[in-house]
């Protein structure tokens, strides 16, 4: 455990967030440019670096480009392994290019049609699972028994309270318009189950860029994808995928709050910083001796950077 410098404890919850694998059989490029697999393993070096290391790696869906089964094996083989070394759960949730027979089959060893609704339990926080795939179609949806089983597993509020992922999430999209034709349908329904329950953060992916909204008075986090991702501004084009700004969302949850961090798969060159061992000597500090350091203007750290680093 980290010793606290600010005013804040540390956070009961630790979640990575990833969406959009979209793992293609045999090393295929996507759009015969895109390794999807590369932008997964990068994603999972990233998570690696991630201090205090996530409790769950969530994966809002179109976890298969093509729903193939060595896809999902594929995915399994690089996701699980990496999360046990993190001490991780994983959790997949259904997308709009998986089929919920070889989903449920490659990642469950189940054989099933039937929607891929589940409930986590992370350190008493609850992580539903929803899934809102449309047989043969890319908007979302969900039938009367889900919402009905959701409003079963919602009537008994969790220790620390849930966690909604599902692909599609409901929020408007003013920055990507064409993604409007394959929403989440008949939002408002989801709404009622939702509104007044525990549930502290809805997460999802499908639109292939990070942003955030709200949704029954709940906070929704959108992940960006790890193989392409949605230009939100280009030039004189109705659609744009792109490949860059590949990315995953860190979520910190509080008591009181929920903190998303973006975290890039691409790593910037680095202008400014200091190496880790500080670290220690800055815990080392009493809290005064901190701030003089740290936040004075003129202090020896912020005037001559690199050059000067902190001591006991």
């Known amino acids: 455990m980290h010793l606290q410098l600010g005013q804040h404890a540390p956070p009961t919850h630790v979640i990575a967030h ?7 059989a045999g090393g295929v490029l996507q759009y015969g440019v895109v390794d999807p697999e590369a932008g997964l393993v990068l994603a999972l070096d990233r998570l690696t670096h991630v201090d205090p290391p996530p409790q769950v790696l969530v994966f809002t869906g179109d ?5 193939e089964p060595a896809a999902y094996a594929r995915l399994r083989e690089l996701v699980e392994p990496a999360a046990a070394a993190m001490g991780a759960q994983v959790v997949w949730v259904m997308g709009n ?14 054989a099933s049609d039937a929607p891929q609704d589940r409930v986590y339990d992370v350190a008493g926080l609850r992580v539903v699972a929803l899934d809102t795939s449309v047989p043969g179609y890319h908007h979302g949806e969900l039938e009367d028994s889900q919402l009905a089983w959701l409003r079963d597993v919602l009537a008994t509020p969790a220790e620390h309270g849930t966690v909604l992922a599902m692909h599609h999430p409901p929020i408007p999209l003013p920055m990507l318009r064409a993604a409007e034709i394959i929403e989440l349908v008949e939002q408002d329904r989801l709404a009622e189950v939702v509104r007044g329950t525990d549930v502290r953060s809805i997460v999802g992916g499908h639109f292939h860029f990070s ?9 929704v986090s959108v992940a960006s994808a790890s193989c392409y991702t949605s230009d939100p501004a280009p030039v004189q084009r109705f659609v744009s995928g792109v490949d860059g700004h590949q990315a995953f969302t860190m979520m910190h949850l509080y008591a009181d709050r929920v903190v998303h961090t973006i975290v890039p798969l691409a790593q910037a060159p680095e202008i400014q910083g200091y190496p880790s061992d500080v670290i220690a000597q800055v815990e ?19 005037i001559d950077g690199e050059s000067h680093k902190p001591h006991a």
């Not at 990833?18 to 293609?24: A, G, K, N, R």
């Not at 976890?63 to 729903?67: E, H, I, Q, V």
């Not at 942003?211 to 906070?219: E, K």
């Open 284 to 302: 080392a500090l009493s809290p005064e001796e901190r701030r003089e350091l740290l936040s004075r203007k003129n202090s020896p750290f912020n």
């Open 211 to 219: 942003t955030y909204s709200q949704f029954a008075g709940v906070p």
């Open 97 to 110: 290019h998986d089929e919920r027979a070889e989903y449920a089959e490659g990642l469950f060893g189940q």
């Open 18 to 24: 990833l969406s959009d694998p979209h793992l293609l």
């Open 63 to 67: 976890l298969a480009d093509k729903a």
